[in-house]
Every structure is written in C-alpha cells, then in structure tokens.
Antibody, heavy 118, light 114 residues
Framework: QVQLQQSGPGLVRPSETLSLTCVVS????????WSWMRQSPGKTLEWIGY???????NYNPSLKGRVTTSVDMSKNQLSLILTSVTAADTAVYYC????????????WGQGLLVTVSS | DIVMTQSPEFLAVSLGERATINCKSS????????????LAWYQQKPGQPPKLLIY???TRESGVPDRFSGSGSGTDFTLTISSLQAEDAAVYYC??????????FGQGTKLEIK
C-alpha cells in the first residue's frame, strides 16, 4: 500500500515562503505524475500543480508564477514551494498520486493545514 | 476552466435508502476519440483526504462497495448510493480531468444520515 507522508510548518508569515515535502513509501515515484492540491476552509479542492518523476512540471496559472514543485528520486520525496504567501493561501495542502489511467488521484497524503498569519 | 457544479449542496437520507448526487460540467468531458468521460467521484470524511470512488464516470475503484455507482455522459453525471450505510456520511466531490492538467472539482455535496 503506497503511503504519502507530508511535513512542513503549520504557520507561515505573510509575504514569506511556504515549503512542504511529501515522502512516498511502499512504492516508487518512478512512472507517475504527482500533484499538489489545496483546500481552503469550507471550500473545494484546487489543483496547484504537478511534477513528473522525470522532473517535468506544470502549474495552475492562477498561482501566477509563485509555485515550484520538484522531485528527489534519491529520497523518494516531492517538494512544494509557494512564495509571497497571503492569507488567501491558508488551506489544507495535499500531495497525491495521479493514476496511470491519468487525471484522477488514487493515493493522497494526510493533508497539512498551513495558516498564513503574522 | 471547466466549472463543475454539484447539486444539492446538502442531502439527508435515511439508512437503507438511496442517495443521488448530481454533477454538471460547463462543457462536455467526453472524449469522442475513446468514448470516455473524464469524470471522477471522491468521498471525503472529516480530517481525511479524499478517497477515489469512481473514474471514467462509471468505473468503481478497486475495493469500493458496489452500492456506489456512477452514471451520465457529456455534461451531466450522477453518483448513486443504492442503500445508504452509516459510514457513507461524508462530503462527495466530482472532478473533471478532461482539461488535463487543469483539473477542477465541484464544490461538494454533504451527505448526512437522516
């Protein structure tokens, strides 16, 4: 059973950088697309972006160049960086594996609440 | 972006009864080349990540009970729970993956036990 374990700070100051990691265990990063998503309190899910195991990335244009995703094959680890955060970035952040069928997500991290506040 | 609209927002159903949740996309998510609808359904319980239930609009993910079924095509889709169990209380989301990778989700339907 593939497991995704997320870690990172629960509080980030406005205008600073949010940095999260997601370690994949009992499975390989190889061959898959890995997405990051977030869910603001009481709201729906928003796709942030993905990283392929080859390093290829793609991002939601709404994040206007503030987001970077990467993969570290040696650590079986994914990373998300979001710069210049504001209160609007307060959300539960998830990493998730895209199925080989494409487009939907079969394994998810546990979620991490990140609050942007001074 | 493809906008996904779910109805109703809230639903209360008695145990053993049928629950029906609707999802409408702002444009068709049916790929004519393979005749597949790029639509998935998820279940999310409090404090947990979403769980994939249905993909290709009507195919159950492995391990999902057969009381869950999906139907529809083009722009109109339905998730049906044939005989509601207590553990089915949750929020349900539809998601389109037609406009890959700009995936979008519906706003969610909260299903409660009456």
């Amino acid at each position: 059973q593939v497991q995704l374990q997320q870690s990172g700070p629960g509080l980030v100051r406005p205008s600073e950088t949010l940095s999260l990691t997601c370690v994949v265990s009992s499975g390989s990063i190889n061959g898959y697309y890995w997405s990051w998503m977030r869910q603001s309190p009481g709201k729906t899910l928003e796709w942030i972006g993905y990283v392929h195991y080859t390093g290829k990335t793609n991002y939601n244009p709404s994040l206007k160049g503030r987001v970077t995703t990467s993969v570290d094959m040696s650590k079986n680890q994914l990373s998300l960086i979001l710069t210049s955060v504001t209160a609007a970035d307060t959300a539960v952040y998830y990493c998730a594996r895209e199925t080989l069928r494409g487009g939907c997500f079969d394994y998810w991290g546990q979620g991490l609440l990140v609050t942007v506040s001074s | 972006d493809i906008v996904m609209t779910q109805s109703p927002e809230f639903l209360a159903v008695s145990l053993g009864e049928r629950a029906t949740i609707n999802c409408k996309s702002s444009q068709s998510v049916l790929y004519n080349s393979n005749n597949k609808n790029y639509l998935a359904w998820y279940q999310q319980k409090p404090g947990q990540p979403p769980k994939l239930l249905i993909y290709w609009a009507s195919t159950r993910e492995s391990g999902v009970p057969d009381r869950f079924s999906g139907s529809g095509s083009g722009t109109d889709f339905t998730l049906t729970i044939s005989s509601l169990q207590a553990e089915d209380a949750a929020v349900y989301y539809c998601q389109q993956y037609y406009s890959s990778p700009m995936y979008t989700f519906g706003q969610g339907t909260k299903l409660e036990i009456k």
